[in-house]
């Protein structure tokens, strides 16, 4: 589920920012999950496998602060794992930075 949303925010990053007219040279993501295995061992009944995600995205690009926040805005929207997932409960905190004007 973890490397569906990163594929997905991926392609819908850079397909977003094509329609936007926004220029990526470079793009690198992190991620990282709270998995609550309880369920799974059948110690609980968890309804949210994934209670808080961490996304980190960086990129190269020439999009000012409030294009890149537009932008994200726009992938959380578009992207359909991102949608499943704040759906079914999971908290998704996510950093975009652009390394050109950090």
């Keep these: 589920m973890l490397s569906a949303f990163l594929g997905c925010t991926d392609v819908i990053?850079?397909?977003v920012a094509g329609k936007m007219?926004?220029?990526i040279d470079g793009?690198?993501?992190t991620l990282?999950?709270?998995f609550n295995t309880r369920g799974v061992f059948s110690k609980v009944e968890v309804?949210?496998?994934f209670p808080v995600i961490d996304l980190w995205v960086d990129l190269d690009t020439d999009a000012d602060e409030a294009?890149?926040?537009?932008?994200?805005?726009a992938v959380a929207e578009k992207c359909p794992v991102s949608v499943l997932l704040r759906e079914a409960g999971c908290e998704l905190r996510e950093t975009w930075v652009n390394r050109v004007s950090a």
Excluded: D, I, K
């Design 21 to 23: 007219a926004v220029r």
């Design 27 to 29: 793009l690198a993501m």
């Design 32 to 34: 990282t999950g709270l």
């Design 13 to 15: 990053t850079h397909f």
């Design 47 to 49: 309804r949210v496998p």
């Design 67 to 73: 294009t890149l926040r537009r932008l994200r805005e």
